[in-house]
């Protein structure tokens, strides 16, 4: 099943994977363009740190209440792990070195226990005077920020900025390195993916509450008494943690995606320690959860448009050619998802998996993510389509899940739900309100809403009840925040940057008008300069910048 609410929407908020793997297809006589672009996505779900009523689609429930700062003093219960002094080792990766830190699980009752906390950095490289340490996060929630670092920011950033900070980077508890939620093995994530999220009759919804049951009853055995202690806010704590440890006085941070909302609770719960806060393809936290939900579906479909639009004009367009409306290659696409629902096709996977709906439907999103994938999407749907051969569609839904060939995932997915379904209550409690809600989502998409829709009733059956609430970030007396949005991003529609950069005191908005998820590092020199300046320089662009192009 397409673990769309884990992904996509599980809560409404994207999830960022720092790199997307675009596996070429097998067939010798295909030229699948690899595209080796970095999405500092989250969405995937997409998910969401948004909560108040969550039945309800209105006005954000939380909007009267804002996120309170933190006392400046550390309680002296605290002491201890304020005084961490990390010990570097090297880690495997040439020219990073690698430290664990101690957080305790509960803050409200130190004495619970600890958490270990995975922190990497590569120091900065010189020339000019060094100005600190830069924490990076791509997103989820669970993506790896360690991940990120050694494989893209460390080495990919621009050279000026790499040359004044060490390049720093934690796992949120939970993730990856620092103690990661796990949940289900890899035959049953197997047998979770390919669960229909578009139900017919009420087996197949019975079949799909059994599922998201089935996940969540695997979380709560397997992750233990860490469940109820991986929220933003306890990451957020443990980021002031990390930062105490580096000895900087402030935090310098860039945050893409979900990686935006926990800068933005940082800011809100530390605002005397924000030193220079990038928070690219942001979420808002005021929104409750379904709304958040109804919103990135709207989002998808706008990225899903674009696609339409070049995709016509492209010789190997399987989905119309020169003349054929939006609408009408929407339509065509929902008809091949219903063919496949009915009639699954073969894909040549080693585990005899077959391409049905819900793999299909997350092949698809997955590529909504950047359009430098938009070839490569274009090119599987045609085998999928033309030569019914799934395999193509199969490797970008593998790739999106994090699965390796081998049938094992990486723990993305699990610390996703997790994070998620402990910072809001659900959209949804039940199959019926889904079922009353569908026509809001599908009038957001057509070609996905359904599918979106019944993703998000997977925190309905989580074992452990929601600590968070949807609340906009004021962060009073914090130094200027920038806050970038791009227009038609598919994860984090443009309104969310705008509604945070109103939000937040000191909050500027930089716009980028382009497709995609998120903006700065993705090819634009405008985005690119403007935010470089104010890492180095600490001059923010003038609220209401707008790049395009490159």
Same mark, same amino acid.
């Given at each position: 099943?397409?673990? &769309?609410?884990?992904?996509?929407?599980?809560?409404?908020?994207?999830?960022?994977?720092?790199?997307?793997r675009?596996?070429?297809?097998?067939?010798?006589?295909?030229s699948?363009?690899?595209?080796?672009?970095?999405?500092?996505?989250a969405?995937?779900?997409?998910?969401?740190c948004?909560?108040?009523?969550?039945?309800?689609?209105?006005?954000?429930?939380?909007?009267?209440?804002?996120?309170?700062?933190?006392?400046?003093?550390?309680?002296?219960a605290?002491?201890s792990y304020?005084?961490?002094?990390p010990?570097?080792?090297?880690?495997?990766?040439?020219?990073?070195?690698?430290t664990? &830190?101690?957080?305790?699980?509960?803050y409200?009752?130190?004495?619970?226990?600890?958490v270990?906390?995975a922190?990497?950095?590569?120091?900065?490289?010189?020339?000019?005077k060094r100005?600190?340490?830069?924490?990076?996060?791509?997103?989820?929630?669970?993506?790896? @920020?360690?991940?990120?670092?050694?494989?893209?920011a460390?080495?990919?950033y621009?050279?000026?900025?790499?040359?004044?900070?060490?390049?720093? @980077?934690?796992?949120?508890?939970?993730?990856?390195?620092?103690?990661?939620?796990?949940?289900?093995?890899?035959?049953?994530?197997?047998?979770?993916?390919?669960t229909?999220?578009?139900?017919d009759?009420?087996r197949?919804?019975?079949?799909?509450?059994?599922?998201?049951?089935?996940?969540?009853?695997?979380?709560?055995?397997?992750?233990?008494?860490l469940?109820?202690h991986?929220?933003?806010?306890?990451?957020?704590?443990?980021?002031?943690?990390?930062?105490?440890?580096?000895?900087?006085?402030?935090?310098?941070?860039?945050?893409?995606?979900?990686?935006?909302?926990?800068?933005?609770?940082?800011?809100?719960?530390?605002?005397?320690?924000?030193?220079?806060?990038?928070?690219?393809?942001?979420?808002?936290?005021?929104?409750?959860?379904?709304?958040?939900?109804?919103?990135?579906?709207?989002g998808?479909?706008?990225?899903?448009?674009?696609?339409?639009?070049?995709?016509?004009?492209?010789?190997?367009?399987?989905?119309g050619?020169?003349?054929?409306?939006?609408?009408?290659?929407?339509?065509?696409?929902?008809?091949?998802?219903r063919?496949?629902?009915?009639?699954?096709?073969?894909t040549?996977d080693?585990?005899?998996?077959?391409l049905?709906?819900?793999?299909?439907?997350?092949?698809?999103?997955?590529?909504?993510?950047?359009e430098?994938?938009?070839p490569?999407?274009?090119?599987?749907?045609?085998?999928?389509?033309?030569?019914k051969?799934?395999?193509?569609?199969? @490797?970008?839904?593998?790739?999106?899940?994090?699965r390796?060939?081998?049938?094992?995932?990486?723990?993305?997915?699990?610390?996703?739900? @997790?994070?998620?379904?402990?910072?809001?209550?659900?959209?949804?409690?039940?199959?019926?309100?889904?079922?009353?809600? &569908?026509?809001?989502?599908?009038?957001?998409?057509?070609?996905?809403?359904?599918?979106?829709?019944?993703?998000?009733?997977?925190?309905?059956?989580?074992?452990?009840?929601?600590?968070?609430?949807?609340?906009?970030?004021?962060?009073?007396?914090?130094?200027?925040?920038?806050?970038?949005?791009?227009?038609?991003?598919p994860?984090?529609?443009y309104?969310?940057?705008?509604?945070?950069?109103?939000?937040?005191?000191?909050?500027?908005? &930089?716009?980028?008008?382009?497709?995609?998820?998120?903006?700065?590092?993705r090819?634009?020199?405008?985005?690119?300069?403007?935010?470089?300046?104010?890492?180095?320089?600490?001059?923010?662009?003038k609220?209401?910048?707008?790049?395009?192009?490159?």
């Amino acid at each position: 099943m397409t673990t &769309l609410s884990d992904r996509f929407i599980a809560q409404g908020y994207a999830r960022s994977m720092y790199t997307r793997r675009r596996p070429r297809s097998p067939r010798a006589n295909r030229s699948l363009r690899a595209c080796g672009t970095l999405l500092a996505v989250a969405g995937l779900l997409v998910s969401a740190c948004s909560a108040g009523s969550s039945t309800s689609s209105a006005s954000p429930a939380g909007a009267e209440a804002a996120l309170r700062a933190l006392p400046e003093a550390t309680p002296s219960a605290l002491a201890s792990y304020y005084g961490q002094r990390p010990a570097w080792r090297a880690c495997g990766v040439a020219g990073f070195e690698c430290t664990t &830190l101690k957080a305790p699980l509960d803050y409200a009752e130190p004495a619970k226990g600890d958490v270990r906390l995975a922190v990497s950095r590569k120091k900065a490289t010189g020339p000019g005077k060094r100005l600190g340490s830069l924490l990076v996060n791509p997103g989820g929630p669970g993506g790896s @920020a360690v991940g990120y670092l050694q494989a893209y920011a460390g080495i990919g950033y621009p050279a000026k900025v790499r040359a004044r900070y060490d390049m720093v @980077a934690v796992d949120p508890r939970g993730v990856a390195r620092s103690e990661p939620v796990e949940c289900l093995t890899g035959r049953e994530m197997d047998t979770f993916t390919q669960t229909d999220t578009t139900p017919d009759n009420a087996r197949e919804t019975g079949e799909l509450v059994d599922a998201f049951k089935g996940f969540a009853e695997g979380c709560g055995r397997r992750a233990g008494n860490l469940l109820r202690h991986v929220s933003t806010v306890e990451a957020a704590r443990d980021m002031d943690l990390v930062r105490a440890a580096l000895g900087d006085e402030k935090l310098t941070y860039v945050g893409a995606s979900y990686g935006t909302f926990l800068g933005a609770t940082y800011a809100g719960l530390y605002p005397e320690r924000v030193g220079r806060l990038v928070l690219d393809g942001a979420l808002d936290p005021s929104l409750p959860a379904r709304r958040t939900n109804r919103d990135q579906t709207a989002g998808f479909e706008t990225a899903f448009q674009s696609f339409a639009k070049d995709c016509v004009h492209e010789s190997d367009c399987p989905l119309g050619g020169a003349g054929t409306t939006t609408e009408q290659v929407g339509k065509n696409l929902k008809a091949f998802f219903r063919q496949l629902d009915g009639a699954p096709i073969g894909t040549g996977d080693a585990d005899g998996r077959k391409l049905g709906e819900a793999l299909a439907t997350t092949g698809v999103i997955a590529a909504m993510y950047d359009e430098g994938s938009w070839p490569q999407l274009r090119d599987a749907l045609d085998m999928a389509m033309k030569d019914k051969d799934g395999a193509g569609l199969l @490797a970008l839904s593998d790739s999106y899940y994090e699965r390796d060939s081998d049938g094992k995932y990486e723990n993305l997915m699990f610390a996703n739900a @997790a994070v998620n379904c402990l910072d809001l209550p659900a959209a949804f409690s039940s199959p019926e309100e889904v079922k009353d809600a &569908l026509p809001s989502f599908e009038q957001a998409s057509p070609v996905f809403g359904e599918s979106l829709a019944w993703a998000s009733l997977n925190c309905a059956y989580w074992p452990v009840k929601a600590t968070g609430e949807a609340r906009s970030i004021e962060a009073k007396g914090a130094a200027p925040i920038v806050v970038v949005g791009t227009v038609r991003d598919p994860a984090t529609p443009y309104r969310w940057a705008q509604a945070l950069a109103a939000q937040l005191s000191s909050g500027t908005l &930089l716009t980028y008008d382009g497709d995609g998820h998120t903006a700065y590092g993705r090819g634009s020199a405008c985005i690119d300069s403007a935010i470089n300046e104010y890492l180095l320089e600490g001059t923010p662009p003038k609220s209401g910048k707008r790049c395009s192009g490159a």
